[in-house]
T-cell receptor, first 113, second 114 residues
């Protein structure tokens, strides 16, 4: 059984650019959530996807968007990058929509310069 | 609004000493509570969870936590700390009505001195 994998592990972008982060969910999991963890803070919920539909969103602007594919992998897209978007982006998958146990990937470290 | 408070930003304990990390939550319904651990530059690993039933839950690596509804607390404990326990610990509550969204505390950094 493979765990949650994220790519890339590190990324440097320039302010104003766009970025796509990818997540492969754990085998058998159909729910994927994304979190932003700024330096020195706890993770903040961005949004969740369940069976390819958005299923809950945190307090993030529309330039943060996502997708979930039929194989339950997911993408997080961020447009018009700002310096404050620099953070560790964590993906978590869960086996069913009703389950609350989330399994996290290693994260993507995004630096915006 | 729902929130999780971890009052201690840093804690330093000696190897072999006992440990208690505090967590308080604010949530109207019955909470689903978690403790996660994060090593530097890494993702989050689940230590233990409370959904219902026995208020004392056992987790991995010798950790346990006790849910106290009257105090809105879910403190993490370990009787004897090992140097490898040095990491950052996060308490979280799951909000079922928001698609299983996890609300995390700010974390407690544990340092272990030999």
């Amino acid at each position: 059984e493979t765990g949650v994998t994220q790519s890339p592990t590190h990324l440097i972008k320039t302010r104003g650019q766009q970025v796509t982060l990818r997540c492969s969910s754990q085998s058998g999991h159909n729910t994927v959530s994304w979190y932003q963890q700024a330096l020195g803070q706890g993770p903040q919920f961005i949004f969740q996807y369940y069976r390819e539909e958005e299923n809950g969103r945190g307090n993030f602007p529309p330039r943060f968007s996502g997708l979930q594919f039929p194989n339950y992998s997911s993408e997080l897209n961020v447009n018009a990058l700002e310096l404050d978007d620099s953070a560790l982006y964590l993906c978590a998958s869960s086996p069913q929509g009703a389950s609350t146990e989330a399994f996290f990937g290693q994260g993507t470290r995004l630096t915006v310069v | 609004a729902q929130s999780v408070t971890q009052p201690d930003i840093h804690i330093t304990v000696s190897e072999g000493a006992s440990l208690e990390l505090r967590c308080n939550y604010s949530y109207g319904a019955t909470p689903y509570l978690f403790w996660y651990v994060q090593s530097p530059g890494q993702g989050l690993q689940l230590l233990l969870k409370y959904f219902s039933g026995d208020t004392l839950v056992q987790g991995i690596k010798g950790f346990e936590a006790e849910f106290k509804r009257s105090q809105s607390s879910f403190n993490l404990r370990k009787p004897s700390v090992h140097w490898s326990d040095a990491a950052e610990y996060f308490c979280a509550v799951a909000l079922m009505e928001y698609g299983n969204k996890l609300v995390f505390g700010a974390g407690t950094i544990l340092r272990v001195k030999s």
